[in-house]
């Protein structure tokens, strides 16, 4: 099942929510800003250890943190790709951030995750052939893992719940 909604992701009770992190994993603007001011410090310290332990978190890649005072179990930290136009394999990172997001929600045993619009804001991912690559990943994964029962795409505005209700219809 997929849902759609408007909303601060922050304030979202799912098993997991998903941050649009940046490779540092240390906090940042945005979706990442929010998730850390929100979740408080346990989720920074969480970062850190990963930090110490791997060195951060590739484009495309996702790891998975404690949620701190936010209502949901886990946050999976995943980077999503800067907009270079589309030539430096953009499409397959974002959809990856997706894909890995999924798979580890499913190893951690969740059943609902969260999903902001990623790399659509700072990092310049056009929106509408962000929100296809959206859908896209999400149904491809629900496809074959039963696990997972929804999937929440929060939107942080109109015009992308608008984008992601469209590419969501024009998939069915």
């Not at 930090?51 to 209502?71: D, H, N, S, W």
Request: charged fraction near 20%.
């Amino acid at each position: 099942m997929i849902q759609i909604i408007k909303g601060d992701i922050t304030k979202v009770a799912a098993d997991v929510i998903v941050n649009a992190a940046n490779t540092s994993l240390l906090g940042g603007g945005g979706v990442d800003g929010a998730i850390h001011r929100s979740g408080g410090p346990e989720i920074l310290e969480a970062c850190r250890k990963i930090v110490a332990k791997q060195g951060g978190c590739k484009t495309g890649e996702a790891v998975i943190t404690t949620a701190g005072k936010l209502p949901a179990r886990y946050v999976i930290h995943t980077v999503g790709p800067v907009w270079n136009g589309g030539l430096k394999g953009e499409a397959e990172r974002l959809h990856a951030c997706y894909i890995n997001s999924l798979e580890l929600a499913a190893q951690h045993h969740c059943r609902s995750v969260a999903f902001p619009n990623i790399s659509t804001g700072i990092y310049g991912y056009p929106k509408k052939e962000a929100a296809t690559i959206a859908v896209t990943a999400v149904q491809q994964f629900l496809a074959t893992n039963r696990g997972i029962k929804e999937v929440i795409f929060v939107c942080f505005d109109e015009e992308n719940e608008t984008l992601v209700k469209t590419a969501l219809e024009a998939k069915r």
